[in-house]
């Protein structure tokens, strides 16, 4: 059974490059499957996708997003991450990394998730 | 505002059934079987219900069934429970204006 689990610092100041790493365990992020992707949610608010990254290196963003994100895969260590750049209080989230299915797009196994604070 | 609407709650009584709309448009829900449904409890990570319109993972309760109709899927939950209670979540695969998912605004259900 596949195991996710996010990692990072927990405060970004504005302006700054949010940085996050998703561990994969019991799967392959050079699985020809499935996609390796971000979700997040403000608080109280709903599910905002990211963006996801195929083995290949194609990637689906989020287009309201997509100046500011990046999704590296580090196949040698089995884990992907996220860069989104220039943020402010709005990327204020808990952020959520997952694999999704390769025919269905369904987000089918997901990390615990981690708050990320933007602020000064 | 989200690209998907559902109705921003519903409830229901022990035993009843409910049914949670999504509506998209012929870029999303009503041009794809993409379409998926999350549960999510407080504090909780989502968990996948249903995915391609109608289909089950392994292990999720059959009181919990997909459809769809034209632009708008729906998710139906027979014989609530009190552990039902929960926000849900539909999304869809997009291509427009690049490929990637769009998420409903989520849906409080409440079991009376």
């Known amino acids: 059974q596949v195991q996710l689990q996010e990692s990072g610092p927990g405060l970004v100041k504005p302006s700054e490059t949010l940085s996050l790493t998703c561990t994969v365990a019991?799967?392959?992020?050079?699985?020809?499957?499935?996609?390796w992707g971000w979700i997040r949610q403000p608080p109280g608010k709903g599910l905002e996708w990211i963006g996801s990254i195929y083995y290949s290196g194609n990637t689906h963003y989020n287009p309201s997003l997509k100046s500011r994100v990046t999704i590296p895969v580090d196949t040698s260590k089995n884990h992907f991450s996220l860069k989104l750049s220039s943020v402010t209080a709005a990327d204020t989230a808990v952020y959520y990394c997952?694999?999704?299915?390769?025919?269905?797009?369904?987000?089918?196994?997901w990390g615990q998730g981690t708050l990320v604070t933007v602020s000064s | 505002q989200s690209a998907l609407t559902q109705p921003a709650s519903v409830s229901g009584s022990p035993g009843q059934s409910i049914t949670i709309s999504c509506t998209g448009g012929?870029?999303?829900?009503?041009?794809?079987?993409?379409v998926s449904w999350y549960q999510q409890h407080p504090a909780r990570a989502p968990k996948l219900m249903i995915f391609e319109v109608t289909n089950r993972p392994s292990g999720v309760s059959n009181r919990f069934s997909g459809s769809r109709s034209g632009n708008t899927a729906s998710l139906t939950i027979s014989g609530l429970q009190a552990e039902d209670e929960a926000d849900y979540y539909c999304?869809?695969?997009?291509?427009?204006?690049?490929?990637?998912?769009?998420f409903g605004g989520g849906t409080r259900l409440t079991v009376l």
């Open positions: 019991g799967d392959s992020v050079s699985n020809r499957n499935c996609y």
């Open positions: 012929d870029s999303d829900v009503g041009g794809y079987s993409h």
């Open positions: 997952a694999r999704i299915g390769g025919g269905d797009w369904g987000i089918n196994s």
């Open positions: 999304s869809s695969y997009t291509w427009r204006p690049n490929p990637h998912v769009v």
